[in-house]
């Protein structure tokens, strides 16, 4: 095959194809799991109606006024996780581990002047509300490309307008050759048959996927217990964003079943940064000394976002000549935005047996269609239609969701004991699984410290694709599917100011 590879010039010309504005970002900045300390975690995270833990800024902050005393908590904690990933029958593993402050924080107890007011209370602190750490590997043989992809997105367009991040890569790179627009496909690869189809070969393949980042929202609350009855709260919350993601995508052809295509390597590099701004506003009523029920609400967060992407591509293929290699990369681009995440919408409940423990539970409703991308900072047409075709995809892909939580403690003298679960449903419409996590935990409380420990399991389903093809070519995407399950060991220690 004669291969036409001029030597083009790189410009910058914003893709959207990989930018990150897409609907997976609605769901994982939208999905929290609050660590908090160890012992909201040990009994399930089900503490909105118990309060006087520093985990409840985040959740219910009137659990705030139940604090007697000003206290200090921090909380290493330690996190491994295991992904298996099975492509076409073809499992493999890989583990990550993670270490890092699931919270950090004071508080202040004081009397009001007013006798109804037994406590004014505030605390600052951080929270860790969601983990991103998180190792993904797969390799199997299947038919089909990613080639396959960059033949549908090329197609009519001339190589000086090929996007510098995708097509312009795979064209500068030799992946797709021979453009000629009285042809459909406009460009060839060595994927095609006879009659210019594609997937109508076995492919090696295999990927690396490394993640790492988090979201610490650093809490500002202030709450108050009137007459022993009702403890009301506000927290105003600032969650610091932080994602990482290197996706290295690998072709190969071992048992020559292709005539000229040897080796292809793609990488897509991403960072994303920014914080937002949120409110939460929570209520305690005391309806015996033996029942307590909790509320809390909060309002969306408003994150501003930057995300900064590039690609490299290597091809490696043999033609008259020998074995040739080429390798192309993209510019760093960058992309600014905004992105509101769903309201939040919280009830408790808590039972007290007298000096020996306690039960609770809490139930919250999230409705992920409310989740919205802004891209008011471009002015580019392409990305304004991105960004209605996006929302329109949060509001027929996405869904409601009841999360539940429960959990109890058993106290003897200074020593407790603790369990919980939670089960976490799927925000997608099509997905009826939920998530569930088991926590244990165990702790001693001192006269002016105290020491917690914790540790939870969680366990999710999910399916990834590499690469997405048109309507008419769905049935040869590469579907991957993965289940995460993550080991939680937590310390909390606190004194008593």
Do not use: C
């Not at 908090?36 to 009137?62: E, K, M, Q, Y």
């Not at 998180?134 to 992809?149: A, F």
């Not at 988090?214 to 403890?231: P, Q």
């Not at 590469?478 to 993550?486: A, H, S, T």
Request: hydrophobic share 35%; proline share 3%.
């Amino acid at each position: 095959m004669n291969r036409l590879i001029p030597a083009l010039s790189l410009l910058f010309v914003f893709s959207i194809n990989v930018s990150s504005q897409v609907l997976t970002d609605a769901v994982r900045y939208s999905l929290l799991d609050v660590g908090g300390t160890a012992r909201s975690v040990g009994i399930g995270g089900a503490i909105g109606a118990l309060g006087a833990d520093f985990s409840v800024l985040s959740t219910n902050p009137a659990g705030a006024a139940a604090f007697r005393r000003s206290e200090f908590t921090f909380t290493p904690t330690l996190e491994l996780s295991s992904v298996d990933a099975t492509l076409n029958g073809n499992d493999t593993t890989d583990t990550k581990t993670n270490f890092n402050f699931n919270n950090i924080g004071v508080v202040f107890s004081g009397s009001p002047l007013s006798s109804k007011w037994r406590t004014a209370v505030f605390g600052i602190g951080v929270n860790r509300m969601a983990n991103f750490h998180q190792n993904i590997y797969y390799e199997g043989t299947t038919y089909g490309s990613i080639t396959d992809r960059w033949i549908e997105l090329s197609e009519g367009v001339p190589p000086e307008q090929l996007d510098d991040f995708e097509t312009g890569l795979a064209f500068d790179a030799g992946a797709i050759y021979d453009y000629d627009p009285d042809y459909s496909p406009s460009y060839v690869s060595d994927f095609l048959d006879a009659n210019f189809s594609i997937g109508n070969f076995l492919v090696d393949k295999s990927q690396q996927i490394k993640r790492k980042g988090s979201i610490n929202e650093l809490v500002f609350t202030y709450a108050g217990n009137y007459d022993e009855k009702l403890m009301i709260g506000a927290t105003l919350g600032v969650p610091i964003l932080n994602y990482e993601e290197t996706k290295t995508y690998r072709e190969t052809d071992e048992e020559n079943r292709l005539e000229n295509f040897d080796e292809l390597e793609y990488t897509e590099r991403l960072k994303t940064k920014g914080s937002g701004i949120n409110f939460k506003l929570g209520l305690i009523y005391r309806l015996s000394q033996m029942i307590r029920l909790g509320a809390a609400i909060h309002t969306p967060t408003s994150f501003g976002l930057e995300d900064t992407f590039s690609t490299d591509l290597s091809y490696r293929y043999e033609d008259g000549n020998g074995i040739q290699r080429l390798e192309a990369s993209s510019p760093e681009g960058t992309f600014e935005y905004r992105m509101r995440t769903p309201w939040r919408f919280i009830g408790s409940g808590g039972v007290i047996i007298q000096k020996q423990g306690f039960l609770s539970a809490e139930l919250e409703y999230v409705d992920y269609t409310n989740a919205k991308l802004n891209f008011n900072s471009t002015s580019d047409p392409g990305d304004k239609a991105r960004e209605e075709e996006v929302n329109g995809e949060i509001n027929t892909q996405l869904k409601s969701a009841l999360n539940i939580r429960f959990g109890g403690e058993y106290a003897l003298e200074s020593y407790r004991l603790r369990a919980g679960y939670s089960l976490m449903a799927s925000p997608y419409a099509d997905i009826e699984e939920t998530n569930g996590s088991l926590s244990l935990g165990a702790g001693y409380r001192g006269e002016g410290f105290f020491i917690d420990l914790a540790y939870k399991r969680l366990t999710s389903n999910s399916e990834y694709r590499p690469y997405l093809l048109s309507e008419s070519n769905i049935d040869i995407e590469q579907q991957i599917d993965i289940k995460d399950i993550r080991n939680r060991f937590m310390l909390t220690l606190g004194f008593k100011l």
